[in-house]
């Protein structure tokens, strides 16, 4: 068996394993909403308490599809969101760590070049006429 028939048996086991994480996280939260303590929401209009407390033990089965889906694009999002802000951090201080060593050393290193130009004609020049000539075999 090549490596080419092993690869989308692969892929299909990673995406198994994704959608099983992704139901068992979804179960929990599921589950989760039970153990929440009521939110202290109180909603007066006119001096008169309409609304009183939030508990999610008690939302519909639709409404709590939609906290866990809610949840659940939050966890996606936060996924992909920390690692890009990371990334892009780090960029930031590679960029400024350059700026502020490398290109001093970058043109101190120019300036050396500049400086010792006529040194290494001199000694570019002797190892020319010190070689040995290549000879052309017939």
């Known amino acids: 068996m090549s490596r080419s028939d092993r690869r989308p048996r692969g892929r299909a086991v990673t995406l198994a394993l994704a959608v099983l994480l992704i139901a068992v996280i979804a179960s929990a939260l599921w589950i989760a909403i039970d153990t929440f303590p009521p939110v202290p929401l109180h909603v007066v209009i006119d001096g008169e308490e309409v609304f009183h407390g939030v508990h999610l033990a008690e939302l519909a089965t639709g409404q709590r599809l939609v906290l866990v889906i809610g949840a659940m694009m939050a ?64």
Do not use: E, K, Q
């Open 75 to 138: 966890l996606l999002i936060a996924v992909v969101a920390i690692p890009v802000a990371l990334v892009m951090v780090l960029l930031g201080v590679l960029l400024a760590v350059v700026s502020v060593v490398g290109l001093p050393l970058l043109f101190a290193a120019a300036v050396v070049v500049a400086l010792l130009s006529p040194v290494l004609l001199v000694v570019w020049l002797v190892w020319r006429t010190l070689r040995p000539r290549p000879t052309i075999a017939a």
